[in-house]
Structures are given as C-alpha cells and as structure tokens.
C-alpha cells in the first residue's frame, strides 16, 4: 500500500513539473485592447491592417472596439465611462481621433489605467485628441509630446534619433514614407518622453520628434505621429516598427530588437 502511495505521489510530482514545463514553453499570448474611432481616418482598413500585421510579427491576442466614426469631435467613446475599461489587458492600443473632448473627469478616466500599469501604444490622431481641453494636460503627459497641430501633408524622411534603442534595432537610416503623411509639429517633450526617430518639419524648419517612448506613472508608452494613410499603416516598415513597440512596453523585447522566447510571430 505504502508503495502505491508512494508511486501516486512521485506521478503526480512529475505531472505537475511536466506541466509546468510545458507552459514555460508555450507562454501565452499577449491580451491587446485595440480602441480606435474617429471622423478622419479608415478606421475600418486599419484596424485590420494593424491587428493583422502586428499579429504576424508578435504574439498577440486582440480584442477591438470601434465606434464613433460618425459621432463627431465631441463624441466620448461609452467604453471609457467604465473606469476598469482596460481590466485583463496587457496592453491597449489607441488609434481614435477625438480632439474637442473637454470633460476632465472624462480624460482621467482614459489616463488611470495606464497610470497604474497598464502598457499604452498610441497612434497618430491620438496626439490632437482632447486638444481642446484647457483645464488639465493629463492626457499630453501621459503621451509624452505636446502637439496640436500639423503641418501640411507631404513626403516625409523620417530619420533615427536613438539607433541603439531596441524598438530602433533594424529600422532603416533613413525611412521614406510611401505616400504623403503629416508632420505633427510637437511644442513640448515631456520629461520622461525618449525621441527615438524625427522629420524635419519643412514650414518650421526644425526636427520634431514622430517616434519615441515614454513612462507614465508605472507603465510604459509607445507613440508615433505617422500613420495619417492607410498606405503607411501597411508599410512594412511601421508595422515592425509597431510590434516592435508593442513588445518592448509589455516587456518582451530583448535588446537585440527580437521578441523573447514565445512571443515572435507564429511559426
């Protein structure tokens, strides 16, 4: 009896080491809220194209919300009254365009979460939304750049500001954009905010920062200005350059620009 006891003990032992194992090998995937909407873009496209593109480059699990294409500059996305809207993510990707939001209590409640830990990547629009408001710059704190206008849409060079910084590990010298894009003409780095590419703005004749990361109360941020047309949220280019992002706010980039063990693309 003592022997059957024993041999059911050592079993169980090994089956729960071998799960563990098995496991540690097969990590799971990295839980994404994508938040997008707004009355400028083909938000319909590029919710595709990002989840898609990003997911062929990282392992990554999406959800989206969409909503608010026809709502106007005003529109409050409903999903942010819930102030637990970014509960049981990794990370949360915000492509939305809403830059007449005023409500204070309203864009606190979109900062909290990432406030307190929660990865944070933000795209082009996102930089002009809330721009109106007056009472709190929260928002542009949390982003890492102040900036509230563009100039006008052309071809752009973006450059490397930071070549050694992993999310950079194989972006080009120099990066023509395929189409024309919008330089985003940024008044103010914040403190915590690390330049990693600029574009020469050409009517204020001076480099203004489109890719660059930044730390925000316990959680790390990834933004860029690029990414007004469709053709460059296809670009191979910026979609590396994205996933790239996206890892290294979650923790999963190692220094050589690669994804740790686990969560490169699918095999």
């Known amino acids: 009896m003592r022997r059957l006891q024993l041999c059911s003990f050592i079993l169980s032992f090994l089956a729960i080491g071998l799960t563990t194992i098995a496991r540690a090998d097969d990590p799971k995937p990295i839980k994404a809220l994508l938040i997008t909407g707004g009355p400028f873009h083909d938000y ?27 709502g ?44 307190d830990g929660v990865p944070g990547i933000f795209i082009h629009c996102c930089m002009h939304t809330f721009r109106a408001v007056k009472t709190t710059d929260e928002y542009r704190h949390m982003l890492g750049v102040t900036t509230v206008r563009h100039e006008t849409a052309r071809m752009l060079e973006v450059k490397p500001a930071k070549a050694d910084h992993p999310i950079m590990k194989g972006f080009p010298d120099v990066f023509k954009t395929p189409v024309i894009d919008e330089a985003y003409v940024v008044e103010k780095v914040w ?17 203004h920062p489109c890719i660059w990361v930044n730390q925000y109360g316990k959680a790390r941020i990834f933004g860029t200005t690029l990414g007004h047309p469709n053709e ?18 979650c923790d999963k980039l190692g220094d050589d620009g690669k994804p740790i063990a686990g969560y490169g693309p699918p095999k």
Not at 46 to 63: F, H, P, Y
Not at 86 to 105: L, P, Q, R, S
């Open 191 to 207: 403190p915590d905010c690390t330049p990693l590419a600029t574009t020469f703005g050409v009517e204020t004749q001076m480099n």
């Open 72 to 115: 106007g500059t005003k529109f409050e996305l409903p999903i942010y009254n819930n102030p637990d809207w970014a509960k049981g993510y990794d990370v949360v990707v915000h492509n939305e365009c809403f830059a007449d939001v005023i409500d204070e209590a309203f864009i606190k409640r979109v900062c909290k979460p990432h406030e």
């Open 44 to 70: 319909t496209k590029q919710k595709q194209d990002l989840t898609e593109g990003i997911s062929k480059r990282a392992n990554v699990q999406w959800t989206i919300y969409h909503e608010g294409d026809k």
């Open 232 to 249: 460059m949220i296809e670009s191979p280019v910026f979609l590396d350059t994205l996933a790239r992002g996206l890892l290294w706010t």
